[in-house]
Every structure is written in structure tokens, then in C-alpha cells.
């Protein structure tokens, strides 16, 4: 990471749990930023061998709210992410770089928005709803 700018894909969710349409914006690639972003410590998941996913690493400790579910290659849900997500790429050495347009149909469609629809004692239950219907995010990028 260094300073120079590359572009991610957003998911963001508020505090209050209402998740946003992804979006693609540039970011100055900094360790600083991703943490504020993410609102701690960071850690990167892999979706895929091309796309990694920079995420809060005490998200679920923390309860941020839920985000997304990751959908596994079986198609049931594989795991949760709390808070903000960013969608990257990344190079033979590990740096991050820019994702492509092309990738955002494949974050979507292994990255599914959640709604909670009713608790069970201490548990929460959740639908996935289709992106198409949550708002956009209008916030600073």
C-alpha cells in the first residue's frame, strides 16, 4: 500500500443496519483509510482467487451491523459480514489493485444483502433481498 489511488467497489451498511447499493469510487490506497473505513483493524478475505474483500477483523465481536452473506460455491450461505465491505483485486504480490467493472456481477452475486425479519430468543432471523432495491448511498465517498 502506498499513496496512489485505485478504484473499489463499496458496500457500505449505516449503523443502524440499512445496507447501500455497492458503488465504485477511488481511494487513496493507505492503511489509514481502509481502517477508517472499515472502522478497526482490517482483514482481507479472498471471494475469489481475483477479488479479495477488506473487512472490519472484530466486526461480529464488535456486533457492527450485518452487511452481507457470502454465498458459497454450493450456493448456501458460507458466512456473514458485519459492517463496511471494499471489493479490491490484487497482484501477483499481494498489493491491491483497481477492480473492474466486470467484477461487480460477481460481488453480487456471492455478496447477498440481508434484511432481518423476526427474532428467536437471543437470534436474530434474515432474508436476502435482491440489491437492486436498496437505497443509494448518499453520504461523502
Avoid: W
Wanted: hydrophobic share 35%; glycine share 10%; with cysteine.
Amino acid at each position: 500500500m502506498g499513496d496512489r489511488i485505485i478504484k473499489g467497489y463499496f458496500l457500505r451498511v449505516s449503523d443502524e443496519g440499512m445496507q447501500f447499493k455497492g458503488y465504485m469510487a477511488d481511494f487513496e490506497d493507505e492503511l489509514k483509510y481502509l481502517q477508517e473505513y472499515v472502522g478497526g483493524y482490517i482483514d482481507v478475505v479472498s471471494l475469489n482467487d481475483e477479488i479479495d474483500l477488506v473487512i472490519n477483523d472484530e466486526g461480529k465481536m464488535h456486533n457492527l451491523p450485518t452487511n452481507r452473506a457470502c454465498i458459497g460455491d454450493n450456493g448456501g450461505v458460507s458466512d456473514f459480514i458485519c459492517g463496511n465491505i471494499l471489493c479490491l483485486r490484487h497482484d501477483s504480490d499481494g498489493n491491491f489493485e483497481s477492480i473492474l467493472e466486470s467484477d461487480i456481477a460477481v460481488v453480487e452475486k456471492k455478496l447477498i444483502p440481508l434484511m432481518s425479519v423476526d427474532t428467536a430468543g437471543d437470534n436474530i432471523i434474515y432474508t436476502m433481498i435482491n440489491a437492486d432495491i436498496l437505497p443509494e448511498y448518499e453520504g461523502e465517498r
